[in-house]
């Protein structure tokens, strides 16, 4: 492969190019270092069933569903913000984490919604 930057050839599992020192993620890098999020609710506060928990990775957000979600990442610290926009609760149940995604591994962590829109939902590292 080539580097994206200065376009020289590089090593398939380089991660920086050893020409101009541009930081690199190879395809199978990437592919093999995850983050899964498994997110869910108590049937009885059903409501949930019609919003969808927003999941932010390093303030980046991403609209998720209830159930598993794979992320591909870089390996690295990552913090993590989950909560559920809920009627005119916007960050219903925010809870944080910081998570150490490790390379060619799969990092899990769950968060639960709470049961009263005034807690904070339960996340943690599986
Ligand atoms: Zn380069």
Redesign the pocket.
Known sequence: MN??????P?GENATV?G????VLYTKNVVYNTKLEVKTSFNPLNYLFLFCSPVVEINGEKHRSSWGTQTFNLPEGEYNITIYIPYLSWKRCGENSITVNVVAGKTTKISFRAPHTVFSKGSIKVL
């Open positions: 580097c994206s930057k200065c376009k020289n590089i190019c020409w101009c020192g541009e």
